[in-house]
């Protein structure tokens, strides 16, 4: 455990780029009209830069340092289950305190969108967490798969689901349920559980892609 921790350590010190882009997004982002997307929903751009960084920057600088494939998957697990809980942790904290006093006149947070805020705020927090975490473990996955034909194989499954289901209105309500499960989902219990299984099941098959991975 002490290499994974070691890993930990050099993948956040390494994603300087991910937080100095994501805290400028979050600084910078106004609106002059009466609604707006709330500041802390910036904070979810963290979570879809990292992988790329995980993937294309530090998985060879580690296996040249000798570092092994499990250990820096385990590690990148760790990393991203701590970001989601810092990303959550920063958005929830933004929309008890500064969203209420915003200047625009209604703000929008996803947090209320996705309906989290039904089961109180600190639920919420906790769906968001791993909703996101399912987000970078998913992203982490498919970049990894992007040199072989089975990752240009999903590229093309995902682009023909998104373009076959949403012109046709049955395979529409399909794709919409499948969202609502995922993140538009008021039911804690049944939200987290099926993020933490999906994750799961991501991560199993982030081992076997890896044990492919060559540099």
């Known amino acids: 455990m002490k290499a994974v921790f070691a890993i930990v350590k050099r993948l956040l010190a390494s994603n300087k780029i991910s ?31 990292t992988p ?28 991203y289950g701590f970001l989601a809980f810092c990303i959550s942790l920063v ?17 929008i947070n996803m947090m209320d969108v996705c ?6 705020i ?11 975490l399912l987000v970078m473990v998913f992203l982490h996955v498919l970049l990894f798969m992007q040199p072989h034909w089975y990752g ?21 309500a399909i794709l919409s349920g499948f969202f609502r499960i995922i993140m538009f989902n008021g039911n804690a219990v049944l939200h987290i559980g099926i993020c933490l299984l999906l994750s799961a099941a991501l991560s199993f098959l982030g081992l076997v892609v890896l044990k492919r991975k060559t540099l």
Do not use: E
């Open 152 to 172: 240009w194989l999903t590229d093309a499954v995902l682009a023909a689901v998104i373009c076959i289901f949403t012109p046709i209105a049955p395979l529409r």
């Open 19 to 49: 937080f100095i882009i994501t805290a400028l997004v979050i600084l910078c982002a106004t609106s002059s009209g009466d609604v707006a997307l709330s500041n802390g929903n910036y904070t979810w751009l963290l979570a879809a830069l």
């Open 122 to 132: 600190l639920v919420a927090g906790l769906q968001q967490m791993f909703f996101l």
């Open 91 to 107: 958005n929830t904290v933004i929309h008890i305190l500064i969203d209420p006093v915003y200047s625009a006149r209604t703000v």
């Open 115 to 120: 309906k989290w805020t039904q089961n109180g």
């Open 52 to 79: 790329f960084f995980f993937v294309f920057y530090d998985f060879t600088k580690l296996m040249h340092l000798g570092a092994s494939k499990k250990d820096y998957f385990f590690a990148c697990l760790i990393s």
